[in-house]
């Protein structure tokens, strides 16, 4: 493939600033293509189906894309509109190309024309041919064909890398991530040595006795955790909880965790329970829950005894 999509993609990719100032406008038969006499990105002059000559607008610097002379639109060139076509339709036929939209001048002899393109599938696309001539020379050459989308040209959306395009649950069976030396949910975890030297402080600190693994949860891995486990349906703010007449907290089925996050966090083992081998919120609960008669406690204020008593009370001893 030529450098015409390689330049279509630069001019996208530019500063919205630069091509605010300098992009190009095309009007012809309702599709948008290069207006005559206008100035491309790029700087390049512009011309419509007449082919009349265009001169390159000059920029601020009052010069043109070379920064020491003006583009001037070749007329020969911008003629050539037969030529242009046939060059097209040698390679995708007559039936998808459309009417001439109009000319562009790349450089000094060297201008590219645009003509519609009517396939549906390439809604808003448009077919390109370089064309060329050497200095004082009448034949014209043709450099190159392509198809390019133009402004509302229905396009592919910008790619993302797989590591940001992954999500919770896409893993399958066959599937292995690869390992991420820098993880912020992790942080070091040093092998048990003995205690017989002062730098054996440091490790025994981060050391989880019986696994003596390379790396455990950072404080934001945990906190992380600690997030999803309570935004999930087994958190206190969920359905089942929000109905439950005891929460987890009090169930014999709740197993223990380790480490600072068993203050919030437990595993339910009930294999009646819609949350069986996952962990759950101390504050959430079910309809399975091991007091199943517990009764949610009333809180509501005890109702106001008043004393209307008006008789006279007589006084017995004894």
């Known amino acids: 493939m030529s450098s015409l999509f390689s330049d279509w993609l630069a001019r996208q990719t530019a500063a919205p600033a630069e091509n605010d100032a300098e992009q190009t406008t095309e009007a012809t038969a309702g599709v948008d293509a290069p207006a005559a006499g206008e100035t491309t990105a790029a700087g390049s002059a512009v011309a419509g189906d007449s082919g009349t000559t265009a001169s390159a607008k000059e920029s601020k610097t009052g010069r043109g894309r070379s920064g020491t002379e003006?583009?001037?639109?070749?007329?020969?060139?911008?003629?050539?509109?037969?030529?242009?076509?046939?060059?097209?339709t040698e390679v995708a036929g007559t039936s998808v190309v459309g009417e001439h939209l109009g000319t562009v001048a790349e450089a000094t002899r060297l201008v590219t024309h645009y003509f519609v393109c009517t396939d549906p599938t390439y809604r808003g696309w448009r077919w390109v041919a370089v064309l060329a001539r050497a200095p004082r020379a009448k034949k014209v050459t043709v450099c190159e064909t392509a198809l390019l989308p133009g402004p509302d040209a229905l396009v592919a959306p910008e790619w993302v890398p797989w590591e940001e395009r992954l999500e919770p649950g896409d893993m399958g069976p066959r599937d292995t991530l690869p390992k991420l030396d820098q993880d912020p949910n992790l942080q070091p975890g040093f092998q048990q040595t003995e205690d017989n030297a002062a730098d054996n402080?440091?490790?025994?600190?981060?050391?989880?006795?019986?696994?003596?693994?390379?790396?455990?949860l950072s404080s934001d891995g945990l906190s992380a955790a600690a997030s999803r486990w309570a935004d999930s349906d087994a958190g206190p703010d969920g359905e089942f909880a929000s109905r439950a007449s005891a929460n987890c907290g009090s169930c014999g089925y709740l197993m223990p965790i380790a480490g600072s996050?068993?203050?919030?966090?437990?595993?339910?083992?009930?294999?009646?329970?819609?949350?069986?081998?996952?962990?759950?919120?101390?504050?959430?609960?079910?309809?399975?829950?091991?007091?199943?008669?517990?009764?949610?406690?009333?809180?509501?204020?005890?109702?106001?005894?008043?004393?209307?008593?008006?008789?006279?009370?007589?006084?017995?001893?004894?």
């Open 201 to 216: 402080v440091d490790q025994i600190a981060n050391f989880e006795f019986g696994l003596g693994r390379e790396r455990v």
């Open 70 to 88: 003006k583009v001037v639109l070749d007329t020969q060139l911008a003629a050539a509109i037969d030529i242009a076509r046939s060059a097209i």
């Open 261 to 318: 996050l068993r203050q919030k966090f437990g595993v339910c083992a009930n294999e009646w329970s819609p949350f069986d081998g996952r962990v759950v919120g101390l504050q959430s609960g079910c309809g399975a829950h091991s007091e199943t008669d517990v009764r949610k406690p009333d809180h509501e204020p005890a109702e106001a005894v008043v004393d209307d008593y008006s008789g006279e009370l007589e006084f017995q001893e004894g």
